[in-house]
């Protein structure tokens, strides 16, 4: 985010309890599960989920609101909530975060110490389901030393800027194409 000033966060929606060190409005907007399903009934998330127990959801009034702007945007969505966007034929990229290796997730979690040994073990088997998606991603970036998978995120934006389709539009308005 400090490298790409035109990069935006799309904070997502939970109805998971908040965690040591976690801001309201900040890191998550949390919410009631009633709040939750009432605007999954009016139709206000662009995609949701239910995953590790909690749903998730992206608010389509916020990403609109972000979109209008002209600025690109970041969501931090799971596999479902992926399909959902691919599903609506949005002009994206899609980018899975994987990790070194599945007992280097398990050290994570449990280093975060928020999660009981149960849902470790649920969220790992989960992950093993996730990683099997990978493949209809645009790019995978494996997560081993942060440095590098924010580098390697870095230069998927930077290239992603300069695609055919999104400059010829300008040369041809600048009367070069």
């Not at 399909?83 to 449990?110: G, N, S």
């Not at 969220?123 to 580098?151: G, S, T």
Request: with cysteine.
């Amino acid at each position: 985010m400090e490298r790409e000033p035109e990069l935006r966060h799309s904070i997502s929606y939970t109805t998971r309890a908040i965690r040591p060190k976690e801001q309201n409005g900040i890191d998550y907007n949390f919410i009631s599960q009633k709040k939750f399903r009432a605007m999954v009934d009016k139709d206000e998330f662009i995609e949701w989920a239910c995953v590790h127990d909690n749903y998730y959801g992206t608010s389509l009034a916020d990403i609109e609101q972000l979109c209008a702007c002209g600025t690109d945007v970041l969501l931090d969505i799971d596999v479902q909530g992926a399909q959902q966007l691919r599903t609506r034929k949005l002009d994206a990229v899609f980018i899975f975060i994987a990790p070194p290796t599945m007992e280097v997730l398990c050290q994570r979690l449990q280093q975060r110490d928020s999660d009981t040994p149960e849902t470790i073990r649920i969220r790992m088997e989960n992950a093993q389901q996730e990683m099997a998606q990978a493949p209809v991603y645009d790019y995978i970036v494996i997560n081993d030393k942060l440095a590098d998978a924010a580098e390697a995120l870095h230069a998927i934006i930077r290239a992603e800027h300069s695609r055919a389709r999104r400059i010829l539009p300008l040369l041809t308005q600048l009367g070069l194409a």
